[in-house]
T-cell receptor, first 113, second 110 residues
Framework: IAGITQAPTSQILAAGRRMTLRCTQDMRHNAMYWYRQDLGLGLRLIHY???????GKGEVPDGYSVSRANTDDFPLTLASAVPSQTSVYFC????????????FGEGSRLTVL | EDQVTQSPEALRLQEGESSSLNCSYTVSGLRGLFWYRQDPGKGPEFLFT???AGEEKEKERLKATLTKKESFLHITAPKPEDSATYLC???????????FGEGTQLTVNP
């Protein structure tokens, strides 16, 4: 089934640990995104990639890094997790960077203790 | 800075009771306004794109409309399966990324 696959579905992590959230899409979309969703704050963009090999910072990039080595994969890394990074993380993709029609994954729920 | 405000935060309807959700926005120039549906524990699902004032889009019991300052999502004769959180997002003409509102949580009781 075409779409976006995120892993893990949920994770509990000790503060200070490194964590990578994985995201893979099979729709051959050029653009990919990472959002976090928090109660009362809505969806906020962390990082994005317009095309393979390029990345950009979103609204809340601090403490996160991404890479886009190929079209399909867009991992999000927390180098040293902090409790404020407890959230639900959504990966999304779109055919191109200038369309607001995004396809979202099912989310990764991360708890940092 | 782009701002998107959705109201109400939560809405409870009886099956068949029509209503509207509101999305007010402030942008220097609107490139597009987007509506999404999000079910609990799932990622948002795209519903509509609106580009200019006066435009309308329909899908089953949902109709989205757009003015220069706000968008409405009209729900006609809703069913329990329409229960979800509805999100709107705007994109500015400068090409900046989507700015999402916090959503309206809709519950339709049978």
């Amino acid at each position: 089934i075409a779409g976006i696959t995120q892993a893990p579905t949920s994770q509990i992590l000790a503060a200070g640990r490194r964590m990578t959230l994985r995201c893979t899409q099979d729709m051959r979309h050029n653009a990919m995104y990472w959002y976090r969703q928090d109660l009362g704050l809505g969806l906020r963009l962390i990082h994005y990639s317009n095309t393979a090999g390029t990345t950009g910072k979103g609204e809340v990039p601090d403490g996160y890094s991404v890479s886009r080595a190929n079209t399909d994969d867009f991992p999000l890394t927390l180098a040293s997790a902090v409790p404020s990074q407890t959230s639900v993380y959504f990966c999304a993709s779109s055919l191109d960077w200038n369309t607001g029609e995004l396809f979202f994954g099912e989310g990764s729920r991360l708890t940092v203790l | 800075e782009d701002q998107v405000t959705q109201s109400p935060e939560a809405l409870r309807l009886q099956e068949g009771e029509s209503s509207s959700l509101n999305c007010s926005y402030t942008v220097s120039g609107l490139r597009g306004l987007f509506w999404y549906r999000q079910d609990p524990g799932k990622g948002p699902e795209f519903l509509f794109t609106l580009y200019s004032a006066g435009e309308e889009k329909e899908k089953e019991r949902l109709k989205a409309t757009l003015t220069k300052k706000e968008s409405f999502l009209h729900i006609t004769a809703p069913k329990p399966e329409d229960s979800a959180t509805y999100l709107c997002a705007v994109e500015e003409t400068s090409g900046s990324r989507l700015t999402f509102g916090e959503g309206t949580q809709l519950t339709v009781n049978p």
